[in-house]
């Protein structure tokens, strides 16, 4: 068989892993949807509204300058990414009831913003046991948005990999690595993303 035709055959295996989201729905229980709803609110824009003033006013600025800077970031690439994708969530009928918000579904917001908010925070922190914290924080959000049903595998894979991309980022300057390239200021995506993603956005029009 030519490696073709077993690659178009694999292709609807495929599709059915990254989009069928009916699999979750038997494995729902009354309590996990309380664990899980209450995960879900972490990544919501209210508590990062909360969460990032706190930080700054409670703990390291200078830390807390770059995990809000960096979760700005990812909250300007998710808002541009979902309009640029367009891609619709799962069935209405699968989410949890009073769960499924109207946007679009690529990328998840929460993978990202948990990812980054919680990641650049281990590394700002510096501790272990902070770490494995966040790093159950970020599993328990990316988690929820499955069990939900409000997000499929895809949402949440491409999230993921936007999230971790960011985070490197993050590292590049810890390193010092734009500090070596001369005139460039460590911040400059704070400048040339947003009127990037405003001459891109898709014209709805």
């Known amino acids: 068989m ?47 509204l909360a969460a990032l003033p706190l930080l700054y006013w409670c703990w390291n600025r200078d830390s807390a300058n770059r995990v809000a800077i960096l979760t700005l970031l990812a909250g300007m690439l998710t808002l541009f990414l979902k309009d640029w994708f367009q891609d619709p969530r799962p069935p209405a009928e699968l989410a949890v009831a009073g769960t499924r918000p109207d946007s679009y579904g690529l990328p998840s917001g929460h993978t990202m913003m948990a990812i980054v908010f919680w990641g650049s925070l281990a590394l700002e922190v510096g501790k ?15 988690s929820s948005r499955l069990y939900l049903a409000v997000h499929d595998i895809e949402d949440v894979l491409i999230g993921a990999v936007i999230g971790i991309g960011l985070l490197g980022l993050l590292i590049m300057k810890r390193r010092n690595w734009f ?5 460039l200021h460590e911040w400059w995506w704070l400048l040339v993303v947003p009127f990037g993603l405003m001459l891109f956005f898709p014209d709805e029009g």
């Open 2 to 48: 030519p490696p073709s035709s077993s690659l178009a055959e694999m292709m609807p295996l495929l599709f059915s892993i990254l989009h069928d989201m009916e699999w979750v729905v038997p494995l729902r229980h009354e309590a996990l949807t309380l664990v899980f709803k209450a995960f879900t609110a972490l990544g919501y824009t209210e508590f990062f």
């Open 128 to 142: 272990r046991w902070f770490s494995i914290g966040a790093s159950i924080m970020i599993l328990g959000i990316i």
């Open 179 to 183: 500090r070596r390239i001369k005139g």
